[in-house]
């Protein structure tokens, strides 16, 4: 008998499967232990990696913004190296260097034959403020990314020393590779694994060196170039400079030295506040400081642009003027030694007025008459003892006599002579002291004794020589006190400097009145 093939054809109809047509689809049920797993199960964030597991992402805090910096800086000297991934939005803003090297037209001079830009932006060209590009964000705008492009390009900078032991070391422009150290090294986010990786001992170790990092402060460097470009990045990103917080004179060199650097790279107008408020954090000492080297601080105070230093170290330079213009000649701009010169032709003036003022001081009678020798004898001697006092002290000394055949016998008046002059600081102050400090009582008495029969009778003054002689120191101290009201203007001190409860500055041989207002101030011209 002949088999015949089996065939669906064959079979009954009820063996046979068919699709079901339904008006709707079915909803597909799991099985019970997916639907209770996918309820409970816990979703692990990548920010809960740590270094050394397999979700690791590179630091991205200043000096090395791996994922988001797109500006690479190396400092080598001395055999001590200094890496920085920056941002190109945040420099150009802080420096004019910055913002032109790594403009546009610059940049495609010194990247010629390299894509500067990958991707997309590759194609379509340079996005331009208003456009938003791939990742949505609006082109332009100063907002640092979250996440980097796969490709992109970056600007790189290396501390060139130059030919000659004369140049300043000066950051060149190199060309730009797409990773921090060389190479096509881009950082990848990692795919997310299904479910967390096993901890392992580098990781243990790296979370601990992670914890202690923390508490450890930022060292700075040891070279002094180094800590100068240091400093600078730091202020740039918003950090406080590492400076000497106790040593005023080391401090000083610190920041003269930042701003010198800031200057080379147009960045005074960011460094500048941050070194004003470094040094104000001294007070007194700074003042004192200030005091003792003026020209120095007025150089320091330009480039900060710090009211307070520079006007504080002014007052001192027009006082002691031109005592320190060859230190400032040729190294301050022609703006600040105009400004000294007007200044100080300010303050020699009112010296000249002031002068005249007390050379034209005068006594009075009863009647209202001036005093002479006709009508008051005894207060034109008080005003002219006064008046000799005066011209002696403001006057140049006279010429040297002619040498006296005994050479070991010098005359009296070259003893004199060697009396080192009262300096106009201490004129002026002498004056308004109005006491005792300027002819005392000896003096007077000195002095009224050359007068013709005072003090003939006998060794001693009788009574009527001793009223004469109170009557005598009474009108020499009124003249005294208009000499001190003449002079009051000068002895005004817009010091920062505590120069006692009077102003009278004692150790100080020059005025301190002068005054800087708002518009004197050169870079604000």
């Known amino acids: 008998m002949t088999q015949k093939s089996v065939s669906t054809y064959d079979l009954p109809s009820y063996m046979v499967s068919h699709p079901q047509q339904t008006d709707h689809a079915l909803t597909t049920?799991?099985?019970?232990?997916?639907?209770?797993?996918?309820?409970?199960?816990?979703?692990?964030?990548?920010?809960?990696?740590?270094?050394?597991?397999?979700?690791?992402r590179p630091q991205n805090e200043f000096p090395n913004f791996a994922q988001t910096g797109d500006l690479e800086i190396i400092i080598k000297a001395e055999g001590q190296e200094k890496r920085?991934?920056?941002?190109?939005?945040?420099?150009?803003?802080?420096?004019?260097?910055?913002?032109?090297?790594?403009?546009?037209?610059?940049?495609?001079?010194?990247?010629?034959?390299?894509?500067?830009?990958?991707?997309?932006?590759?194609?379509?060209?340079?996005?331009?403020?208003?456009?938003?590009?791939?990742?949505?964000?609006?082109?332009?705008?100063?907002?640092?990314?979250?996440?980097?492009?796969?490709?992109?390009?970056?600007?790189?900078?290396?501390?060139?020393?130059?030919?000659?032991?004369?140049?300043?070391?000066?950051?060149?422009?190199?060309?730009?590779?797409?990773?921090?150290?060389?190479?096509?090294?881009?950082?990848?986010?990692?795919?997310?694994?299904?479910?967390?990786?096993?901890?392992t001992n580098?990781?243990?170790?790296?979370?601990?060196?992670?914890?202690?990092?923390?508490?450890?402060?930022?060292?700075?460097p040891d070279n002094d170039l180094i800590r100068d470009y240091d400093n600078l990045f730091r202020i740039f990103y918003n950090y406080p400079p590492n400076l000497d917080p106790l040593n005023i004179a080391e401090s000083y060199i610190?920041?003269?030295?930042?701003?010198?650097?800031?200057?080379?790279?147009?960045?005074?107008?960011?460094?500048?506040?941050?070194?004003?408020?470094?040094?104000?954090?001294?007070?007194?000492?700074?003042?004192?400081?200030?005091?003792?080297?003026?020209?120095?601080?007025?150089?320091?105070?330009?480039?900060?642009?710090?009211?307070?230093?520079?006007?504080?170290?002014?007052?001192?330079?027009?006082?002691?003027?031109?005592?320190?213009?060859?230190q400032l000649r040729n190294h301050v701009p022609e703006a600040v030694f105009d400004l000294i010169q007007d200044k100080a032709e300010e303050l020699a003036e009112k010296q000249l007025k002031t002068e005249g003022k007390l050379f034209r001081l005068t006594l009075t009678t009863q009647r209202g008459e001036r005093v002479s020798p006709a009508n008051s004898y005894m207060d034109w001697l008080a005003l002219s003892l006064f008046r000799q006092w005066l011209v002696e002290n403001t006057s140049p000394p006279p010429p040297l006599p002619p040498k006296t055949p005994n050479l070991n016998q010098p005359s009296p008046r070259t003893q004199q002579q060697n009396k080192p002059p009262i300096s106009a600081g201490h004129l002026y102050?002498?004056?308004?002291?109005?006491?005792?400090?300027?002819?005392?009582?000896?003096?007077?008495?000195?002095?009224l004794k050359i007068s013709k029969g005072f003090g003939a009778e006998g060794n001693g003054i009788s009574e009527h020589r001793r009223e004469e002689l109170r009557k005598f120191e009474r009108r020499v101290d009124d003249v005294k006190g208009m000499a001190r009201e003449v002079v009051r203007p000068l002895m005004r001190s817009f010091l920062e400097l505590d120069l006692g409860r009077d102003g009278s500055g004692v150790g100080l041989g020059y005025l301190t009145c002068t005054r800087l207002e708002e518009g004197d101030f050169p870079w604000e011209g």
Not at 153 to 167: A, I, P, Q, V
Not at 202 to 220: G, I, K, L, V
Not at 429 to 447: I, Q, T, V, W
Request: aromatic residues 10%; proline residues 7%; contains cysteine.
């Open 429 to 447: 102050r002498l004056l308004f002291s109005a006491g005792p400090a300027y002819l005392p009582h000896d003096e007077l008495k000195k002095f």
């Open 254 to 326: 610190q920041c003269k030295s930042l701003l010198n650097l800031a200057d080379m790279y147009d960045a005074l107008e960011v460094v500048g506040p941050r070194i004003d408020h470094h040094l104000l954090q001294f007070q007194s000492r700074l003042w004192k400081q200030i005091a003792k080297y003026p020209p120095s601080y007025l150089k320091l105070g330009y480039l900060a642009r710090s009211k307070v230093i520079f006007a504080e170290a002014l007052i001192h330079v027009v006082g002691q003027w031109p005592a320190g213009s060859n």
């Open 202 to 220: 580098s990781f243990f170790r790296s979370f601990a060196a992670m914890q202690s990092a923390a508490h450890t402060p930022h060292q700075a």
């Open 29 to 56: 049920r799991r099985p019970a232990s997916v639907t209770s797993r996918s309820t409970t199960t816990r979703r692990h964030r990548s920010s809960r990696s740590h270094t050394g597991g397999a979700s690791f």
């Open 84 to 199: 920085y991934m920056l941002h190109r939005l945040i420099l150009a803003q802080c420096s004019g260097f910055f913002e032109a090297s790594t403009s546009e037209d610059w940049s495609r001079a010194q990247a010629q034959g390299v894509a500067p830009i990958l991707g997309s932006v590759q194609s379509s060209g340079l996005a331009k403020i208003g456009e938003e590009d791939e990742y949505g964000r609006e082109a332009g705008r100063a907002t640092i990314p979250t996440a980097p492009p796969r490709d992109r390009y970056r600007w790189r900078y290396e501390l060139d020393w130059g030919n000659k032991d004369d140049e300043v070391p000066m950051l060149v422009q190199k060309p730009a590779t797409s990773s921090l150290f060389g190479g096509d090294q881009t950082y990848h986010p990692p795919a997310a694994p299904n479910k967390p990786s096993a901890p």
